[in-house]
């Protein structure tokens, strides 16, 4: 049985664990309202949609940003026995997770009244005059080189039936900046769902237990917590 509490009500049974790896037309607005000036942010988009940004937090989301490990091991938490995550992107070997504004600051203010919180990784929080850099909306797809110059073709008379083309998988290019910058769960509408400090509360003292117990399903939380009411 499932330990998420009550005053946190599930997503409908219908959502699920998107893993578009593109952003939506919808959720670039999202993201650009962040931007005291959307229009430039959509004009450099527009330029370059395959380079990263950097947006501001405190507003429109807070970002909590966590070791990749932990960080996985968290939206999993949120996915598995909570009610799912807002939009979530790698960024340098680490996990970013789009939260409720106001998130930043509290969320280290209350792991701080639960035992477990020596378990849960360094995070790093980021809210109000603080900013982050986001992944490119669209991935980076490397051109596909034309063949040598003098290939040998087959006869006329014995050309074999053209194969379709078959996409070429994503390769990170270690030279490029947004090589270890992706997004896990792309924003895909304009008002997305986002995990407030409760939410990530539960969820990760949930993966910390999970990670100290080496996989093990912890049991249930006792009624009552050591944390201030929400």
Same mark, same amino acid.
Request: one cysteine or more; aromatic letters at 6%.
């Given at each position: ?16 664990? &998107? ?5 939506? +037309? ?8 962040? !931007? ?11 330029? %370059? ?7 501001? %937090? ?32 790698? &960024? ?17 203010? +209350? ?13 790093? %929080?980021?809210?109000? =005059?603080?900013? @982050?850099?986001?992944?490119? +909306?669209?991935? &980076? ?33 270690? !030279? ?8 896990? @769960?792309?924003?895909? @509408? ?9 939410? +990530?509360?539960?969820? %990760? ?5 999970? @990670? &100290?117990? =080496? ?16």
């Amino acid at each position: 049985m499932s330990d998420w509490p009550s005053e946190h009500p599930r997503r409908p049974a219908s959502a699920t664990f &998107h893993t578009a790896s593109y952003v939506t +037309l919808a959720g670039a607005d999202w993201l650009a309202s962040a !931007d005291p000036c959307p229009e430039s942010v959509h004009a450099r988009w527009a330029a %370059c949609p395959d380079a990263p940004s950097t947006l501001p %937090c405190g507003s429109v989301f807070d970002v909590i940003n966590a070791p990749a490990l932990f960080g996985r091991e968290l939206v999993d938490r949120l996915w598995t026995a909570g009610p799912g995550s807002g939009p979530v992107a790698t &960024h340098r070997g680490r996990i970013l997770l789009f939260a409720e504004p106001g998130t930043a600051r509290r969320l280290p203010a +209350l792991l701080g009244w639960e035992e477990w919180s020596g378990s849960v990784p360094p995070l790093l %929080c980021h809210g109000t =005059g603080d900013a @982050v850099t986001v992944p490119p +909306l669209f991935p &980076h797809r490397p051109a596909r080189p034309d063949p040598p110059y003098g290939t040998p073709t087959a006869p006329t008379g014995d050309a074999p039936t053209p194969e379709p083309d078959r996409p070429e998988p994503d390769r990170p290019e270690p !030279d490029r900046p947004d090589a270890t910058s992706r997004w896990l @769960v792309a924003p895909d @509408v304009r008002h997305p769902w986002l995990p407030g400090p409760g939410t +990530l509360l539960w969820a %990760c003292i949930r993966a910390a237990r999970r @990670v &100290h117990t =080496g996989g093990a399903e912890p049991a249930a939380d006792a009624p009552g917590s050591s944390a201030p009411a929400l």
